[in-house]
């Protein structure tokens, strides 16, 4: 017998709309004719298997006027004669009443792929069902009651390996009379029909992580406050180390999980040396001054779990570099910033040994997210490395690949090839999901079923896996619980190291590394980077101004800082991140404060230069405790005929010392020049504040002596040619007399006879 078609919209309320006379009338008697049908139908009655009827559990669209949440699924592991059993609440979360409620479960045919089962398809019309049953209370708007529901696993159609859909329906009849779908669960149940001879093998990757809470060391805070190193931003972390808190969680649940559960920790020493520095007292900031900080306890308590964690048989250490930076941004950013990489590792695993033993940790790169390019790899290659962590993005696969494949991978790399392991995508949404919208219960079971359906691909094909949840994930404590004692207590699941992953064959036809779509959306600005590198390169200078071991103690912080703001964290955070790199600008400013020429007082600024080259004499001060090369340079501002040269001198700790600037002048007159000092090398990093200073030369330089010696070369020069004509005039012959001019008395030629004339 056909049956009966139900109505596949939701009925309004009469209040909102209104029904006619004439379907008022007939809706008492649709309903009689309705339920007929449904007894002549045996919907409500036991069903066999093979008759698979559907009902009016099949209509699915439209909003549900009853949520379904499910607390209790059992059992985890089905076997033929298993019997389904369902438990949890059903809440009336429409405006109209819910009469004579009924329950039941239903599945549809196996699964065939993951991508099904990520799509969550609800059981398909005419599939495996068990009897309605009917439950004692009617639902009113905003009423909710419990339920139990329960279906033998030959009666759901569980017979052969898979993982099948379920849902759990909830039917009522509405305030019309109709009866419909009202509320509905979907999850899936895994069944195999003996243990699979290989079950996927599951690494974590347990991240313990944070973002860094503490300024940039000699901060100058303000106008005029300065913060003592290490102080807090906040105390943020106080919470997060508690028992309860984020990070407290991580740490217990993965302490006290079963012990046949491997597990990687990754840890950012930047978070294990900031909680150091918590045991103590330590001081937050507020506003310009400071308060006590909160978690010293919390920090001393979850120190010592730590440890106890890291000495744990099954675990296994993975020290990321100082402040778990952007390595991605950093690798492709400016010149400069990819150096940093190497000595962040290095700076890394010194900081937290300094703090507890870390014996053998595993060197495995782990990006942000996975995400690495060529530039990347290039500069991780040089870190001997055990291996890296790529996401399916940067390490795609050449085709879709049915069975899952291994995880394990392999990257050409400097001549020669780096493991890498690629994590689950899936798996880690599931995991890190932070909120379980779906409930405790149907969360785990969709990790449960997951990994039921990696092993049902291929029962006989064992593969390794890699779970990575998001860097600074947050759940459930019971969920992340569960999901680790499923990972080694299922039989398709079994628990092995990440290092066993990186030795396992390799499956997986994967594609060249490429820099992954969504990388600059992602990563730390270019705006950011370029700040940064200018950052780099002032402390690059400045380190000149020192010897080798003063560099390592005084400028080891912030180089560290470099770090802090170029930390992945600013990902999420950019606004936190941007604050960050600004503390590092005013710290590295104070840094080249601390150096500096004493500005003498206002009546002496004035310098009277006697000669053309004479001293200028200026006091250069150094605040630091170890002694500074710098050099002192006065550099006059347009005008012509003034030049200093650069004079190189080391300064005592914590001393003044006077030095004399050649000076040299090229005219007499007044002079405006600056004084300051610069680092010996590099570009040579203005330190301190220059200070303007007023030069009077009355001295003839060069110029005017030139013009002077000019001159009197010229007038020289115009006596001797004076005293050549007279001279040869004197020797010239005397004119002869003219009788017609007439001479005045006593005033004659006096005539020289030619030699002709005295021969004659």
């Known amino acids: 017998m056909n049956r009966p078609r139900t109505p596949q919209r939701r009925i309004q309320s009469p209040r909102r709309s209104p029904v006619p006379r004439h379907r008022s009338v007939l809706a008492p008697v649709v309903g009689v004719v309705v339920g007929a049908l449904v007894v002549a139908a045996g919907w409500v009655g036991p069903t066999p298997a093979s008759a698979q009827p559907g009902g009016v559990d099949n209509l699915t669209s439209g909003p549900k006027q009853v949520r379904v949440t499910v607390d209790q699924l059992n059992p985890k592991l089905i076997k033929a004669d298993s019997t389904i059993t369902a438990t949890g609440t059903l809440t009336n979360v429409s405006a109209h009443k819910v009469t004579s409620p009924q329950i039941r479960l239903q599945t549809g045919t196996p699964l065939t792929d993951r991508s099904q089962l ?45 993982v099948y859909p379920l849902t759990v329906n909830v039917n009522g009849t509405l305030f019309d009379g109709t009866t419909a779908r009202v509320g509905e669960a979907d999850t899936s149940l895994p069944f195999f029909t003996q243990k699979p001879a290989a079950p996927t093998k599951v690494s974590w990757l347990w991240p313990i992580i944070d973002r860094p809470h503490q300024f940039t060391p000699g901060l100058l805070y303000g106008a005029s406050h300065r913060l003592p190193s290490g ?76 440890e106890r964690l890291t000495k744990r048989p099954g675990v296994t250490v993975d020290v990321l570099p100082y402040a778990d ?148 994930w947050a759940t459930s404590p019971s969920y992340l619980k569960a999901m680790l004692e499923d990972s080694t207590s299922l039989p398709w699941a079994q628990s092995t190291s990440v290092s066993d992953t990186l030795a396992a064959p390799i499956t997986a036809q994967r594609g060249a590394l490429q820099h992954p779509a969504n990388a600059s959306r992602n990563q730390v600005t ?82 009277t230069l006697a000669s053309s080259s004479s001293p200028l004499v200026l006091t250069v001060a150094n605040t630091f405790n170890v002694p500074v090369k710098v050099l002192v340079q006065v550099i006059p501002r347009g005008s012509a005929g003034f030049r200093a040269s650069s004079v190189p001198v080391t300064i005592a700790p914590n001393s003044r010392q006077t030095v004399k600037v050649p000076a040299h002048v090229e005219r007499s007159g007044s002079f405006s020049v600056m004084a300051g000092i610069t680092t010996p090398q590099g570009s040579g990093q203005v330190l301190g504040q220059q200070v303007q200073l007023k030069v009077r030369s009355t001295a003839y330089g060069v110029v005017t002596l030139g013009i002077t010696g000019g001159a009197f070369a010229l007038l020289l020069l115009l006596v001797m040619l004076r005293l050549y004509r007279r001279i040869r005039a004197s020797r010239r012959p005397p004119e002869p007399h003219d009788p017609s001019v007439e001479y005045p008395t006593g005033e004659y030629p006096t005539l020289t006879r030619h030699r002709s004339d005295a021969a004659s």
């Not at 495996?128 to 004692?136: A, E, G, I, M, V």
């Not at 390019?373 to 049915?402: H, I, R």
């Not at 200018?534 to 080891?556: I, K, P």
């Not at 941007?578 to 601390?594: K, N, T, V």
Request: net charge neutral.
């Open 118 to 162: 990520t799509a969550n398809p609800p059981p398909e019309a005419g599939a495996y069902s068990c009897t309605f049953k009917d439950l004692p209370h009617d639902l009113v708007p905003g009423q909710s009651q419990n339920y139990t529901v329960s279906c033998p696993a030959s009666t759901l159609g569980l017979t052969a390996t898979g």
């Open 231 to 306: 102080v807090f931003r906040d105390d943020a972390l106080a919470s997060s180390l508690k028992a309860t808190g984020r990070l407290g969680r991580l740490v217990s649940t993965a302490l006290f999980a079963p012990k046949d559960v491997q597990l990687t920790i990754v840890l950012d020493p930047e978070l294990i040396s900031e909680v150091a520095a918590m045991r103590s007292s330590y001081q937050v900031a507020n506003g310009s001054a400071t308060v006590a900080g909160t978690g010293s306890r919390a920090a001393r308590d979850w120190l010592t779990r730590l």
């Open 526 to 607: 270019q705006t950011q980077l370029s700040t940064l590198s200018g950052d780099l390169g002032s402390l690059n200078s400045f380190s000149s101004t020192l010897s080798n071991q003063d560099a390592d103690t005084l400028l080891t912080p912030y180089y560290k800082a470099i770090l802090t703001a170029s930390s992945s964290a600013w990902r999420s955070d950019q606004p936190l991140g941007e604050s960050f790199l600004r503390d590092l600008g005013q710290a590295i400013a104070g840094l080249q404060s601390r150096v500096y020429v004493v500005a003498p007082s206002t009546k002496q600024r004035s310098y």
């Open 325 to 472: 930076p952007d390595l991605l941004a950093l690798a492709d950013g400016p010149v400069g910033l990819s150096a940093r990489i190497g000595p962040a590792y290095e700076q890394g695993l010194s900081a937290i040994r300094k703090i507890m033993p870390i014996n053998n940790p595993l060197a495995l790169a782990w990006p942000a997210d996975g995400q690495l390019d060529n530039n990347t790899l290039y500069t991780l290659a040089g870190q001997s490395l055990a291996g890296v962590v790529a996401s399916s993005d940067s390490l795609p696969l050449t085709q879709s690949q049915t069975p899952t494949p291994n995880a394990a991978a392999s990257i050409p790399a400097q001549g020669t090839t780096l493991r890498a392991v690629v994590p689950d995508s899936q798996l880690g949404k599931v995991v890190g999901i932070p909120r379980l919208t779906k409930g405790l219960r149907l969360s785990e079971q969709e990790f449960i079923s997951e990994l039921a359906m990696i092993t049902a691909e291929a029962p006989s094909n064992a593969r390794s896996i890699v779970i990575a949840p998001p860097r600074r």
